[in-house]
């Protein structure tokens, strides 16, 4: 400013000498009066004398006006510094200002309150002393290199009171550069945002959840059965399951008789039953009222029929409130998705179309959409209690199929099947009782039953002098991998008296796989209790023969699909020798089940398959329709001349397996 100056000053008096000495010069050249150029160079100095007098007052204005401006852009700056500190003292947001180092400078009021320390406490240090340790240092490399770039950076972040506790902040940094572009400070403003969190959180939970029963309301449910509804779309049909639409049978007269408290009350202890039968992969929530919806993942028909049993016994329990005593009852409505709905608009209209139907049968039931499916759950469910007193009556009793020496055409042994002798409905397939066993988990009761039932008509057979080598028994896979199969075996040997190397226990391959190294531990411990293993349906699991030499059994069974189609089926004549021979390398013998016509008996002597069972043979009966006769009935070749006792044909595999 003050070198503008000076060159303003000097162009003026090169301009005014240059004006004073010109003008003398050219009135004596022009004029020869001296009172001419006398008059001239007065009006000449009156005019220079005004117009430097206007010049300085022109100049003297702009400099009165710019020193005006400067005082009013003063004041203002002085007002906005006033405000900036008072924001600074009282915002309620944390400030915070480092150099360029990142050392703490200033901090305002508000980071005091929020963070707990004193200001003595946090100048001089970095920013690092809030840290929380929650987040990576690549957390903390992009914060910076955001600063670096753009100069500016904004985003949640943990921090940690003086006292320990963290909190999240919204934190907004920015990068303050001079006039030269060089770097000088951070000024940080953030906002502790826990509470607004929280509040967020509480917001969302009111939003979705039932507040008198703290369990999913219909709108939260929707979006959890929609998504469900959408991965069963995509999935395999194992992932279809059930919705159960569960509603209070006459509960409004409990509101208008008791009130309101009262019908509160025992909404409460309902959900609370219903949690009490709620596993993994269910979802119950509050629709409405007295309306509970229970969504189960990959659910059959028969366990959802089961779910809605346990929990309309549950219901049927008194309800004790205010000491007093309460019985209701509940209707229950199954539909299945995606089988009966492809949305949940329609799948909630099909469960409320079965929960119609439940209450318009009398109530304190339940129904599936399907009338069909109906019925047949209803069946199943009958079957699994009728099932349960078949156990308890002794309804189940075992059934005797022949085995024979394929050579001799000798019965050598028997095995014993399971069945059911129904007071009313008669006998009752295996292929309709069975699987409901296995669901329930009678089937290990059943086994139990039926192993010592054999061991005792066996042991009763020898007594009389029958030429028997072995009693064949099915194990199941829920009792095979209970662990304590030896135990209960050796019972079961020691009361009924038969003698070990007399039973043949049949493992299925399946089961054998479903716990490799366990089913090796419990094959093993069986061995030493002297009984012999068989291996059944050899050839539809998945063992390697690895594993098939570790166990160590002493039979296999070749499956019935492989028997049924020889001698004709080339694939079936193929795994059919393959299995004999790799058993015999083995040193195990093979049983052929499912011998129905000579040929096939003939084509399994000729490849010497030792032993073979089937209806060819004999149908399994109960041990006194037995027909005890020395050869096969079916003739195949067999031969006519008597063999040795079979209890010497069969072949020792090693010291440790005993005789049959």
Same mark, same amino acid.
């Given at each position: 400013m003050?070198?503008?100056?000076? /060159? ?6 090169v301009?005014?000498l240059?004006? +004073?000495?010109s ?6 050249r022009?004029? %020869? ?6 008059t001239?160079?007065v009006?000449?100095s ?6 430097? &007098? ?13 020193m005006?401006?400067q ?17 600074f003292?009282?915002t309620?947001?944390g400030?915070i200002?480092?150099d360029?180092?990142? !050392?703490i400078t200033?901090?305002n ?6 963070t707990?320390?004193a200001?003595?406490? +946090?100048?001089?240090?970095t ?7 929650l987040?990576?240092?690549d957390?903390?490399q ?11 950076w ?13 909190y999240?902040?919204?934190?907004t940094?920015?990068a =303050?550069?001079? $006039? ?5 400070h951070?000024i ?6 826990t509470?607004l ?11 979705h959840?039932?507040q008198?029963l703290?369990?999913?309301n ?12 959408e ?7 194992k992932?279809g ?6 509603d209070l ?6 509101n208008?008789s008791?009130?309101h ?18 596993s993994?992969?269910?979802v119950?929530?509050?629709?409405d ?6 969504? /189960? ?5 028969e366990?959802? &029929?089961?779910? &809605?049993q346990?929990i309309?016994a549950?219901?049927?329990? +008194?309800?004790?409130?205010q000491?007093?005593?309460l ?24 469960? $409320?179309? #079965?929960?119609?139907k439940a ?7 339940y129904a ?19 099932l349960r ?5 002794? *309804?189940l =009793?075992?059934y ?5 020496d ?5 019965i050598v ?5 399971a069945?059911w002798? !129904? ?20 089937i290990? #009761?059943?086994d139990r039953?039926?192993?010592? *039932?054999?061991?005792?008509?066996t ?9 028997l ?15 304590e ?5 050796? %019972?079961?040997?020691?009361?009924t ?16 796989m479903e $716990?490799?190294?366990? #089913?090796m531990i419990?094959?093993?411990r069986?061995?030493?209790?002297g ?5 059944d ?7 390697s023969?690895q594993?098939?030499k570790r ?8 499956? *019935?699909g492989?028997v049924k ?7 079936? +004549?193929?795994?059919?020798r393959? /299995?004999i ?5 083995l ?6 089940e ?13 490849h ?9 043979f ?5 041990a006194v329709?037995i027909?005890?006769?020395?050869? #096969? ?8 001349m008597?063999a040795?006792?079979?209890v ?10 005993h005789?049959?």
């Amino acid at each position: 400013m003050h070198t503008k100056l000076l /060159v303003l000053c000097l162009v003026y008096c090169v301009l005014a000498l240059l004006w +004073v000495f010109s003008t003398d010069l050219l009135l004596q050249r022009l004029l %020869k009066n001296a009172f001419d150029i006398h008059t001239l160079q007065v009006i000449g100095s009156c005019t220079s004398v005004l117009f430097t &007098a206007l010049l300085l007052y022109v100049v003297g204005r702009c400099h009165a006006s710019r020193m005006e401006h400067q005082r009013k852009a003063r004041s203002l700056q002085e007002i906005y510094l006033r405000n900036a500190a008072a924001i600074f003292e009282s915002t309620l947001e944390g400030v915070i200002v480092t150099d360029a180092e990142r !050392h703490i400078t200033h901090i305002n009021p508000a980071l005091g309150h929020i963070t707990g320390y004193a200001e003595s406490e +946090v100048l001089g240090r970095t920013p690092s002393l809030f840290s929380s340790g929650l987040h990576n240092s690549d957390f903390y490399q992009d914060m910076w290199h955001a600063l670096s770039e753009r100069r500016f950076w904004s985003g949640e972040i943990w921090n940690r009171r003086k006292s320990g506790e963290l909190y999240a902040q919204w934190q907004t940094i920015r990068a =303050v550069y001079d $006039d030269n572009d060089r770097l000088t400070h951070y000024i940080g403003v953030f906002s502790d945002v826990t509470l607004l969190k929280r509040s967020r959180e509480d917001l969302a939970y009111l939003t979705h959840y039932d507040q008198l029963l703290d369990l999913p309301n219909r709108l939260l449910f929707l979006e959890l059965a929609k998504q469900q509804l959408e991965r069963s779309l995509t999935m395999d049909s194992k992932a279809g399951g059930a919705l159960l639409l569960i509603d209070l049978d006459h509960f409004k007269n409990i509101n208008e008789s008791l009130g309101h408290n009262t019908g509160d009350a025992l909404l409460k202890e309902f959900a609370a039953r219903l949690h009490r039968c709620q596993s993994n992969g269910m979802v119950l929530a509050r629709l409405d009222g007295d309306e509970l919806a229970l969504l /189960v993942e990959q659910c059959s028909a028969e366990r959802a &029929a089961a779910l &809605a049993q346990r929990i309309l016994a549950d219901l049927n329990q +008194v309800f004790i409130l205010q000491e007093q005593e309460l019985f209701i009852s509940a209707s229950i409505g199954i539909a299945f998705y995606p089988y009966d709905a492809q949305n949940i608009e329609q799948l909630l209209r099909n469960a $409320d179309s #079965a929960l119609f139907k439940a209450k318009a049968n009398g109530r304190s039931t339940y129904a599936f959409y399907s009338q069909e499916l109906t019925s047949q759950a209803c069946e199943r469910v009958q079957l699994a209690t009728s099932l349960r007193q078949a156990l308890e009556q002794q *309804q189940l =009793v075992p059934y005797y199929q022949p085995i024979h020496d394929l050579k001799s055409g000798e019965i050598v042994g028997f095995e014993a099947l399971a069945r059911w002798q !129904h007071p009313e409905q008669g006998l009752i397939s295996p292929a309709r009782f069975i699987p409901v066993a296995e669901e329930t988990g009678l089937i290990a #009761a059943i086994d139990r039953r039926i192993l010592e *039932q054999a061991c005792r008509q066996t042991q009763a057979w020898l007594n009389e002098g029958r030429n028997l080598c072995f009693i064949s028994v099915n194990i199941s896979s829920r009792l095979f991998h209970r662990g304590e199969l030896d135990i209960q075996v050796a %019972k079961i040997l020691a009361r009924t008296g038969l003698p070990a190397h007399r039973l043949i226990l049949e493992i299925t391959e399946s089961a054998v796989m479903e $716990d490799a190294e366990g #089913a090796m531990i419990q094959l093993d411990r069986l061995r030493k209790l002297g009984v012999s293993l068989a291996i059944d349906d050899f050839g539809t699991g998945y063992s390697s023969l690895q594993r098939l030499k570790r166990m160590n059994v002493h039979k296999l069974k070749l499956d *019935q699909g492989f028997v049924k189609g020889l001698p004709h089926d080339a694939g079936n +004549v193929a795994i059919t020798r393959s /299995v004999i021979t790799l058993a015999h390398n083995l040193g195990l013998r093979v049983v052929a089940e499912g011998i129905e016509l000579p040929e096939q008996a003939a084509f399994l002597l000729e490849h010497h398959c030792d032993l073979g069972q089937g209806y060819g043979f004999g149908r399994p009966q109960p041990a006194v329709n037995i027909v005890w006769q020395s050869t #096969a009935s079916m003739q195949y070749g067999q031969s006519a001349m008597a063999a040795r006792p079979a209890v010497d044909r069969l072949p020792k595999r090693s010291a440790q397996v005993h005789t049959q």
